[in-house]
Every structure is written in C-alpha cells, then in structure tokens.
C-alpha cells in the first residue's frame, strides 16, 4: 500500500510540473506576443502641451459664449428696464414664480424617489 502511494504521489507531481511549465510557457508567448514600452519623455511634454492648449482653447470659447450671452440678457433687461417698466416688472415676477414652481416640483420628485426606496 505504501508503494501505491508513493507512485500516486510520483504521478501527482509530475502532473503539476506539467501544469506549472504549461503555465510558464504560456505566460512568456503572452509577455512576448504584447511587448510593453515606455515612451519618451519628449512624447508625455508633447501631450501636455497639446492638452493644455486644448484647455486654453476651450476656455476663451467659453468665456466669449458667456460674455455675449450676459450682454444679450443685460441689454434686453435694460432696454426693457426704461423702455417698457410693465414689461420688465412682469418678466421678473414671471421668472420668480418660474424658479418657485421649478424649484417644488424638483422638491417633490425627490421626496417622491426617496418614498419608494
């Protein structure tokens, strides 16, 4: 019984040799088949420099977008301001009961989702 044993276990670690230079051979084919490298430094300055530009970029568009559009509102707002006093008067109490409403039927969707959590 003891040598049944000992060739089971002889059996049993030449499969796992088996296995463990299978998994080895396969890992080196995956580390050769997908070589990994660094790039320069040169080519990260180059990215930062394009990012950076790109954000510069951004910004100058967003700040023209919101230059005209505050003076869109304001000249509209002041033409309406000494032009028309009752149209201006009506707009803001109309955009005060907007921004109320608005505001309760936000309110309320959110009590709404936290009752049937």
């Known amino acids: 019984m003891i040598k049944s044993d000992n060739h089971l276990d002889g059996q049993l670690n030449k499969a796992e040799e088996k296995m463990t230079s299978s998994i080895h051979e396969s890992f080196e084919k995956l580390e050769q088949s997908f070589s990994f490298s660094t790039p320069e430094l040169q080519w990260f300055e ?3 420099v394009d ?3 790109q954000i510069r970029k951004k910004w100058r568009l967003d700040l023209i977008v919101f230059s005209t559009v505050a003076l869109i509102i304001l ?3 002041f033409t309406t301001l000494f032009q028309m006093p009752i ?3 009506s ?3 109309f955009t005060l009961f907007f921004l109320i409403g608005y505001t309760s039927y936000e309110f309320g969707k959110k009590r709404e989702m936290k ?3």
Do not use: C, N, P
């Open 75 to 77: 000249s509209v707002m």
């Open 46 to 48: 180059q990215k930062i």
């Open 115 to 117: 009752g049937h959590d």
């Open 87 to 89: 149209l201006f008067l």
């Open 51 to 53: 990012h950076k530009k």
């Open 91 to 93: 707009l803001q109490g």
